[in-house]
């Protein structure tokens, strides 16, 4: 299998001729006209390849941009070059794009050529990236363009190409058919390079399946096709495949006669591996035949070999890996470093930001503690001021209260003391009048005025007392102090007077029946004095909430924009405002002035 | 004909010495004695009955402010067991009030204290013959009665055409708010609402805020 594949990959690179010495290449670049420069950058291509792949891509991309390789056909073999110089770095991805593009150049230009290898290409690249599917498709396609071309090489290879994938995938006996497609077809043309692939594949799938006898004689066929076209590396392998078959097949002395064959070749090919390959088989044959010292030696040298090779091998490769471990440390330090600064940049940013923030948070802070201080301040003043209206309220309420406790206790002795005592004095005086003086005497007369003025001290007294605290207030409530009130005050003043009650069965709490009654004493009193009314109506509401008093009479009413709250009016407000009462006026000056006190029952 | 037989009943001395003067000058008229409270003058009625003396009174004149037991109380009292005696209380006081809950006591009549002579004697015979008395002054006050407003069983008239809105506009009015606070309940201005008012008083035709109330309170407007 690998034997067809450099044989195929040398047959699509002789394309580019045969690799010349390169400082001669590279000097003759100097004096080179276009032509021959693009020759010559083919030639380097192919010169460092291998070597140095990064130095062949250069030239491959020289070429592609070379004016001269601007023709469709060229693009697309350039493109399908490139990709492959990605493939052997092993950059599949590239290598598949760059194939791709030259494929559909190559499709648009209706160039089956390319078309063939940027197929047989891809499919190689899916080969090699073990995606045996698409390997599988590309090769097909491949197959199908070299037979419009009628390309028989082509058709043969990609046959074989489709063997090779159908072989890994086990499907021995399909790969088979496909060997042997490609073998007649090599047959058919007398290509005998292609012939010489087709054998191999069938005599490896023979040797794989155990059948060893009948690979035998397509491994000769093989060494012939490849002793014609001195491909002395195919017949090195193929005498190998013939002497490990005669291995198989028991024949020893066969297979070691064989191997005596492959010395020489050896040789003349001067290649390790090809002496490696050579020690080893050695060693493989001694040991089937119980020549252990022998197969010792040779398996000594095998390893000799190996090592050295591997070693040169392996020190390239840690030479490499160490340039490569160096170069990505390096790497890895400026990025650390450039890392570094933008972190340190970050950081910076960040601090700015959190400065920033910062001075933002501290503001609006400041700004709260403001308006709460502020709120704070206007909330204790608000609260201090209704402490104060509250303390003053009390104040009045105390007053009030003070008042008519001082009030109720001079009426009281008035009434009780000097009034009886003076009642008392009248009725003792008038039965001494009786006694002392006969009637119609200048004397009965005299002594009758003094009686007649006790009478009115005794009657002055009386008022006194009743305007101080009536009675019938503390006895009866508010309604009866009203209604006497009513009474005694409207009495000659020629006015009318209605009261209305609703729902004051109940006596009400001592300090709103005096409010009551002293605040409609007061209205009563401006009535008579302002309204020049000659009807009263007081009415007396208890609602579930309230208590209402209204007072209202038909004479002129007052001017309600000149609030001349007298003293008796202000002293009602503010006895009002102790209990949470309110007190409105309202006049026209048809139907006179009305006054709505309204108490709340808490 | 037998003497008109009194009890007094008053906390001041100068008082009781000053009726005793005058009264035992009249000569139908005995005293049968003096008490200084309520209390007294009931247990003085209760012992008399039971004695079946001669010191039955038949008329109490009493104090109505006395300690222990007031006049109120007491004619109530004897009231309630001595239905036969006859009681005229005396006051300084000239108050409707008072002289309704006395007469509710079941006192016979109410005298001022400073009233003459002749006034006491008219008055313990006017009550000795079964009627009632009252002083001059105090006739007057119980002309002027005050009166009830109760809610009719059935809607009034008036009520029934108005607006839901004038309703509760009239039913605020009863409750005492004014003008200004009636608009801030009900989010309206007070112009607004001095209008509906003066539309109320048009449709139920009345001519105050009194007459308003009234109607309000007939309808049960108010709670």
């Known amino acids: 299998m690998r034997i067809s594949i450099l044989i195929f990959l040398g047959l699509i690179l002789s394309v580019f001729g045969k690799s010349q010495n390169i400082d001669s290449l590279e000097r003759a670049l100097n004096s080179a006209n276009d032509t021959q420069t693009v020759q010559i950058y083919y030639k380097l291509l192919q010169a460092y390849e291998y070597s140095e792949p990064e130095k062949s ?37 590239s290598a598949v794009s760059n194939m791709l593009t030259g494929i559909q150049i190559a499709e648009k230009a209706g160039d ?70 490609a073998a007649k077809i090599a047959e058919d043309n007398d290509l005998t390079g292609a012939k010489a692939v087709s054998y191999n594949n069938i005599g490896e799938v023979f040797s794989k399946e155990g059948k060893d006898a009948e690979a035998l004689p397509y491994y000769y066929k093989t060494l012939t096709c490849d002793s014609i076209t001195n491909n002395m590396m195919g017949m090195c392998y193929t005498l190998y495949n013939i002497s490990t078959s005669y291995k198989v097949l028991g024949d020893l002395d066969k297979a070691f006669e064989v191997l005596n064959t492959i010395e020489p070749l050896t040789k003349r090919l001067n290649s390790t591996q090809m002496f ?51 170069t990505e440390k390096k790497e890895l330090e400026i990025k650390n470093l450039s890392q570094e600064n933008e972190i340190n940049a970050l950081a910076i940013q960040r601090k700015n930001g959190l400065i920033l923030v910062g001075f933002v948070v501290m503001f609006l802070i400041l700004l709260l503690v403001y308006f709460f201080v502020k709120q704070l301040r206007t909330n204790q003043k608000h609260k201090l001021t209704e402490a104060i209206l509250f303390e003053r309220d009390k104040g009045i309420a105390a007053l009030f209260k003070g008042v008519e406790e001082e009030r109720k206790r001079i009426a009281q002795d008035l009434h009780d003391g000097v009034g009886q005592q003076l009642s008392g004095l009248k009725l003792s005086m008038s039965h001494l009048q009786s006694k002392l003086f006969k009637k119609d005497t200048p004397e009965n007369a005299n002594f009758e005025i003094l009686v007649k003025k006790l009478d009115t001290t005794c009657q002055e007294v009386r008022e006194i007392s009743h305007q101080m605290m009536p009675k019938t207030l503390i006895e009866n409530g508010v309604l009866s102090a009203i209604e006497d009130m009513l009474e005694n005050t409207l009495v000659g003043t020629g006015i009318n007077y209605n009261i209305e009650h609703y729902k004051l069965k109940d006596r009400l709490p001592e300090t709103i029946e005096l409010t009551l009654f002293r605040i409609c004493q007061e209205l009563i009193n401006n009535t008579i004095k302002h309204a020049k009314a000659t009807e009263i109506i007081v009415q007396l509401i208890k609602s579930k909430k309230n208590i209402v008093l209204i007072v209202e009479d038909n004479g002129q009413g007052f001017d309600q924009n000149k609030s001349s709250d007298g003293i008796g009016l202000l002293n009602l407000t503010s006895r009002l405002n102790t209990i949470n009462g309110e007190v409105s006026y309202e006049s026209s000056p048809n139907s006179g002035a009305s006054a709505t006190v309204r108490i709340p029952l808490v | 004909m037998s003497k008109i037989k009194i009890l007094l009943a008053d906390d001041h001395q100068i008082v009781l010495d000053g009726l005793k003067s005058i009264l035992s000058d009249i000569p139908d008229f005995e005293i049968v004695g003096a008490v200084n409270n309520g209390k007294d003058a009931v247990d003085f009625i209760a012992t008399s009955h039971t004695k079946q003396s001669e010191q039955k009174p038949d008329i109490v004149l009493m104090d109505i402010d006395m300690p222990i037991m007031n006049g109120i109380n007491a004619a109530r009292e004897i009231k309630k067991n001595f239905k036969n005696v006859r009681i005229l209380t005396l006051s300084m006081h000239n108050e409707k009030g008072v002289i309704q809950t006395l007469m509710d006591a079941g006192a016979d009549g109410y005298i001022l204290k400073n009233s003459s002579k002749e006034e006491l004697e008219k008055g313990i015979r006017t009550i000795c013959r079964g009627e009632t008395f009252f002083s001059t002054d105090v006739t007057m006050s119980l002309l002027n009665q005050s009166s009830e407003i109760t809610t009719s069983k059935e809607l009034p008239e008036e009520v029934k055409g108005l607006t839901e809105r004038e309703i509760e506009i009239l039913k605020l009015v009863a409750e005492g708010y004014s003008n200004k606070e009636i608009g801030d309940r009900l989010f309206i201005s007070h112009r607004t609402v001095d209008t509906h008012r003066t539309n109320l008083m048009k449709k139920m035709n009345v001519h105050n805020v009194a007459g308003l109330i009234r109607i309000a309170l007939k309808s049960g407007l108010v709670e």
Do not use: W
């Not at chain 1, 995606?131 to 070299?146: G, H, P, V």
């Open chain 1, 57 to 93: 891509l250069d030239f491959a991309k020289k070429i592609l941009e070379h004016p001269l390789n601007q023709e469709p056909y060229y693009r697309a073999r350039n493109y399908i070059n490139l990709g492959k110089l990605f493939k052997n770095l092993g950059q599949f991805d």
């Open chain 1, 276 to 326: 490696i390959l050579y020690e080893r088989h050695i060693a493989n044959l001694h040991e089937e035949a119980g020549n252990f010292e022998l197969a010792y030696r040779a398996h000594q040298r095998f390893k000799t070999l190996n090592d050295s090779v591997y070693n040169s091998s392996k020190s390239e490769q840690i030479a490499e890996m160490q340039t490569k471990y160096e």
């Open chain 1, 112 to 181: 089956f050529k390319n078309m063939a290898m940027g197929y047989n290409s891809l499919g190689l690249i899916y080969k090699t990236n073990s995606d045996f599917e698409k390997a599988l498709k590309y090769y097909r396609l491949s197959n199908i363009e070299c037979t419009k071309l009628n390309f028989p090489n082509g058709m043969a290879m990609t046959l074989n190409n489709i063997g090779t994938i159908l072989d890994a995938m086990n499907k021995t006996d399909s790969a088979l058919v496909y060997y042997n497609k």
